[in-house]
């Protein structure tokens, strides 16, 4: 039952296409599951000298094992679920499926670069399969590759622009994908070097909308008032021109250049407003996004006494 756990006959499918050769793609779709799924079978029991039967009894020992122990979702499963809904997601805007896997895995590794046998190892795939998503990926250049000091072997990362070189699709696919970044910053943390990449991918793919109403997320100036409002909302109160240029540590013409763009295209802060007082700007909610009701709702003296 494809969502459930692998019955015997499933891995009596898997076993099967391993000896025929098969692809661990094609083993997948012929028992209605992920290719991570089958992959990752594979390599927990036994690779190349995989048998149904001995699976069944190691994954047997494996739950008598969580059973006899405090119930743990451990953080490689959740973080294996989330690779592959991530790929899955990315593949839904047009990327072909293994040039989605292969770019997923280089999103959410803790490494910044990895190697074309660590992607092999990792993704339970062929290197030609691997070869050819690289390719696919440095085309739409999405991916770069770096030699490795000392070898021969090459390894490969994701830019810190590539977000203003990656492919459109359309705009609910872009808007998952936002989603899924977001809940991956929040599981891999966003002090992490996987977190740090996700936030750039949520803010691409959420920036979007402002693209296809003609900004150019190339030009400096997005970047630097999106960090404006970000530096507004951390200081949670009014700062003034002087006092912001200097936490930023930019020159009064940046600053300034960045609130008159902010001004231009106030949506960049939605849901927010950047207001300004004697006392400096401020980042404040905009007061269209809630009605009067769930504002006053949201200020009454029993709503803070029930959460606290």
Known sequence: MAGGRLSLEDRQSIAAGIA????YAEIARRIGRP????SREVARNGHRDYTADRAQRATRRRGLDRDSAPRTDTLADRTDAFVDELASL?????????????FATLITSSNST?????LVRGLGVSPASVSKAIGYLEGMELVERR????????????GDDVWTRAMRADSSGHARVADAAQRGLALFGADTPAGI?????????????????????AD?????????IAALGHARRPVTVHRLASALGWPASRLDHAIRHLQQRPTLADPFSVCESVAGYELQPRPDRLSREQGDALRTPALQTTEG
Do not use: H, K, N
């Open 20 to 23: 025929e050769g098969i692809a």
């Open 197 to 217: 990449r996700l936030a750039r991918m949520g803010r691409f793919f959420g920036d979007l909308t402002e693209q296809l109403r003609g900004i150019d997320l």
């Open 220 to 228: 400096s100036a997005i970047d630097d008032t999106l960090t404006v």
């Open 147 to 158: 030699p490795e000091p000392g070898s021969r072997r090459e390894r490969y990362w994701v």
């Open 90 to 102: 990315i593949a839904a805007t047009g990327m072909p499926r293994m040039a989605s896997r292969v």
């Open 114 to 118: 990895l190697t074309a046998a660590e």
């Open 35 to 38: 290719t991570s799924t089958v």
